[in-house]
Nanobody, 125 residues
Framework: QVQLVETGGGLVQAGESLTLTCAASVRSFRTLNVAWFRQAPGKERDVVSIISWSGSMTHYVDSVKGRFTISRDNARRMVWLQMNDLKPDDTAVYYC??????????????????WGQGTQVTVSV
């Protein structure tokens, strides 16, 4: 059973930065693609960014390109999402998720078997 724990959320003002951390407690973590999803109130959960198992490939939703950076350290079983120039529209609960599926299937949320509990990010104007 993969366990993921997100930390690093909080309340910031627009233009500020936050770094989210996802820590995993399973040895096979290094074989899994990891994604950050977010869900704003009244909206569906959407992908924000994804990193391949090796870290060699990344994906970002258009709205965060140039502002967010995803990275990972397999030896430490951790993934980070560095979020710069935050905007009120970034307000959401952010979830870390992991999948053993192929990179081509990275946008299919149903293939992410492992999810964290979420961390709240609130950006004020």
């Amino acid at each position: 059973q993969v366990q993921l724990v997100e930390t690093g959320g909080g309340l910031v003002q627009a233009g500020e930065s936050l770094t989210l951390t996802c820590a995993a407690s399973v040895r096979s973590f290094r074989t899994l693609n990891v994604a950050w999803f977010r869900q704003a109130p009244g909206k569906e959960r959407d992908v924000v960014s994804i990193i391949s198992w090796s870290g060699s490939m990344t994906h970002y939703v258009d709205s965060v390109k140039g502002r967010f950076t995803i990275s990972r350290d397999n030896a430490r079983r951790m993934v980070w999402l560095q979020m710069n120039d935050l905007k009120p529209d970034d307000t959401a609960v952010y979830y870390c998720a992991a999948s053993g599926s192929a990179w081509n299937d990275r946008l299919d949320s149903s293939l992410y078997n492992y999810w964290g509990q979420g961390t709240q990010v609130t950006v004020s104007v």
